[in-house]
């Protein structure tokens, strides 16, 4: 209906504020330097977005049925599956950011390190800021107007760390003004989501997988750490980093069957020669 087109247009003008403001306040050089390090959260979102596609019809009709533990169990299992993508590329991320973005887009944009790095903290979000529960129980409405008061919000604070810092913090006060307020979204869904199906957020929440995950992804960041110590060119350092994190999270993972034979089946699926 119509609230839903709003919401997804509001949502676009939420996502670009931040650009708005930059282009505003700032030089067309800075803003391409803001640019290239606040592109890539965003870029996330259509895993969430492809994810809702298939599980969103089957909360609703679960709704429908009065069925909210069946809603529960499609809401934890998701938070769980997304979990274990997007804790591990936040902690990559984060440590090959210098190296990713010189590489990319080459030493005159290196000023954008600092900002990727920063959007990088809403990467977490995208497992757990999931308005399904609350779009397949038609509150359709709600998700609007909390998008629309997170913009206003989001202006206003924005603004009011851009005349208030001083120097380089001007520009960095504006993403995390937007990371602050997304957090604030996200914690505001889950509270409503968690009402809706009448359920407490440590039955709901995959908290010992998500811990795990956690730890795991810290564990597998150890060889990056020392690699980003030796004197290799930046494109050595993001292959062996890449793949040293790949290896050492996806061999804990089996060992403590964070993937089992459901995850390995989703990962063929995708693969271009299946037997």
Do not use: C
């Not at 533990?69 to 804790?87: D, P, T």
């Not at 529960?133 to 008061?149: D, E, N, P, R, V």
């Amino acid at each position: 209906g119509i609230p839903v087109g709003l919401t997804a247009m509001v949502y676009v003008i939420n996502v670009n504020i931040d650009k708005y403001l930059v282009g505003l306040f700032f030089s067309s050089s800075i803003f391409a330097v803001y640019y290239l390090g606040s592109l890539w959260a965003p870029i996330f979102g259509w895993i969430t977005q492809s994810a809702a596609q298939v599980v969103t019809p089957l909360m609703s009709k679960a709704h429908k049925e009065g069925k909210l533990s069946e809603i529960k169990e499609l809401y934890r299992s998701s938070v769980s599956k997304l979990a274990f993508i997007f804790l591990p590329a936040t902690v990559l991320l984060i440590f090959i950011a210098e190296p990713l973005i010189v590489t990319l887009f080459t030493e005159t944009y290196s000023d954008s390190v600092p900002i990727f790095m920063i959007y990088l903290i809403l990467l977490p979000t995208y497992s757990l800021n999931l308005g399904w529960i609350l779009m397949a129980s038609g509150q359709t409405k709600f998700l609007l107007k909390l998008a629309l008061f997170m913009s206003v919000v989001n202006v206003i604070l924005s603004y009011g760390l851009l005349i208030t810092l001083e120097g380089e913090n001007r520009l960095l006060g504006i993403p995390f003004s937007t990371v602050l307020v997304t957090w604030l979204s996200t914690i505001i869904v889950m509270n409503r989501s968690l009402a809706t199906i009448e359920s407490s957020f440590l039955e709901t929440y995959p908290l010992k997988e998500i811990w795990t995950i956690a730890a795991i992804s810290l564990v597998a960041v150890l060889p990056v750490i020392l690699i980003s110590s030796l004197s290799l060119s930046n494109i050595l350092t993001l292959i062996f980093s890449i793949i040293l994190f790949g290896i050492v999270f996806l061999m804990l993972s089996f060992k403590l069957k964070l993937i089992g034979d459901n995850e390995i089946k989703l990962v063929k699926s995708f693969l271009p020669f299946k037997n």
